[in-house]
């Protein structure tokens, strides 16, 4: 079956980079009609749609992070990765990588498990 | 969050609680709504799809419905398995993606 891990760094400096990478097993990221997501959690909060990439490289951003978030494919490595620039503790959260099923269905069908990262000094 | 939820529901076992989610036009009013059940301390599970489809292995106990610009999630024969938080979704015409609600905690009496 389809499955999907985070990994990256847990606590990261403010004014930093987060990257985290998501990695794909039981399915190949470049075939299938699925978009390929990041979402987020504050502590207690609810979700948070950060962005999708397509298996041809295209990418759509949320309005509210698109000037700090960057989202890519690495096809050899099955695996896709999030840059999140210039964080503040309003960054702090659980950071889900998620399957969304279809072109023509915004659900998402698979999780990770997901990955706390924590911003502090 | 920009869909409305009841932060949280309660009920006792065999009982049927439906939990509401309230958006607007761009959001509910023109878009199928999602599902999401979020055990503690796990990542949320899709529960409801499309036009009120189901995953495989999700029960028929749970169901969808949508009104205008709100949606509801009914839970019938409830039992203490059910206790988690709810999290309802939909795509967004003016945003060009997904929102999702706050979140409901049921809580199992």
């Known amino acids: 079956q389809v499955q999907l891990q985070e990994s990256g760094p847990g606590l990261v400096k403010p004014s930093q980079t987060l990257s985290l990478t998501c990695t794909v097993s039981?399915?190949?990221?470049?075939?299938?009609?699925?978009?390929w997501s990041w979402i987020r959690q504050p502590p207690g909060k609810g979700l948070e749609w950060i962005a999708y990439?397509?298996?041809?490289?295209?990418?759509y951003y949320s309005p509210s992070l698109q000037s700090r978030v960057t989202i890519s494919l690495d096809t050899s490595k099955n695996l896709f990765s999030l840059k999140l620039s210039s964080v503040t503790a309003a960054d702090t959260a659980v950071y889900y990588c998620?399957?969304?099923?279809?072109?023509?269905?915004?659900?998402?069908?698979?999780w990770g498990q997901g990955t706390m990262v924590t911003v502090s000094s | 969050s920009v869909l409305t939820q009841p932060p949280s529901a309660s009920g006792t076992p065999g009982q049927r609680v439906t939990i509401s989610c309230s958006g607007s036009?761009?959001?509910?009013?023109?878009?199928?709504v999602n599902w999401y059940q979020q055990l503690p301390g796990t990542a949320p599970k899709l529960l409801i799809y499309g036009k009120n489809q189901r995953p495989s292995g999700i029960p028929d106990r749970f169901s969808g419905s949508k009104s205008g610009t709100s949606a509801s999630l009914a839970i019938s024969g409830l039992q203490y398995e059910d206790e988690a938080d709810y999290f309802c979704a939909a795509w967004d015409d003016s945003l060009s993606g997904p929102v999702f609600g706050g979140g409901t905690r049921l809580t199992v009496l």
């Open positions: 036009n761009s959001n509910i009013g023109n878009n199928i």
């Open positions: 998620a399957r969304r099923l279809s072109s023509s269905s915004d659900a998402f069908d698979i």
């Open positions: 039981g399915a190949s990221i470049s075939s299938g009609d699925h978009y």
């Open positions: 990439i397509y298996k041809t490289g295209s990418t």
